[in-house]
């Protein structure tokens, strides 16, 4: 390479390096992530009608894996579609809420912060109808771990605490005849493997070996105060 050609490429170096220092790489987008289909259903496998749900009262089911708890919501209002990050840089629309008036709604009831979540003993992380610190909204889902607080209204995203990104949504469709809800995928920053690297002994115990079973055709839906012994409100 002769003086002038190994100075040109210098030189293009040199501007790509700075213009890769001004324009850091964009971010990939998150997509919802299909599992299978899961009906949700009461304990006797009768479906849940949509207009059975109490506003604003915390239901959980399990989804995608038979370990992985999800809490289900009728917040009495419209949920809009929001643009939210993962924790990654990655962006994503959430939907919004489905159902005649858009308002239900349900996310990974796995803390995004330390994946406290509930289970038959005791839950630290739930839906609050009246707001859990002075100065926030109501209607927020609090976890009393370290008090991160997520918006259910707007995708979960983080409203204060140390959760670095949104509690991962899992997407439903509204059958509008027959008003049943079905769980078909997530979306967002997914915590399922740290979550099951965590808790590993735990869930051996809790639910056996089919933790990581996926859930399948069903999902029972109970009251997270008849699922639950101790629902925690700090
Ligand atoms: S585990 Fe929920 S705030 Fe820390």
Known sequence: MDRRSFMQTCTAGAAGVS???SFPALAADARPKEYARALLVNERGD????????????????YP????????????RPALPHALNTQDKD??????GVGKNRSIVAFSAICAHQLVYPTREVSFISFRKTRAQKGLQDGLIHCCAEHSQYDPARGARVLSG?????????????DPKADTLTAHATLGGELFDAFFRKYEMKLSLEVG??????????AVVRELD???RNSIQC
């Open 91 to 96: 962006g994503y629309s959430w939907p919004g």
């Open 226 to 228: 008849k699922f639950c």
């Open 47 to 62: 479906p849940w009608r949509a207009a059975q749900l109490v506003p604003q009262t915390n239901y959980v089911f399990h």
């Open 19 to 21: 213009l890769a220092a």
């Open 65 to 76: 894996f038979e370990a992985t708890p999800v809490f289900l919501l009728e917040l009495g």
């Open 209 to 218: 070996t089919k933790a990581r079973n996926a859930v399948r055709g069903q």
């Open 162 to 174: 140390p959760a670095p990104q949104p509690l991962c949504a899992v997407l439903l469709q509204h």
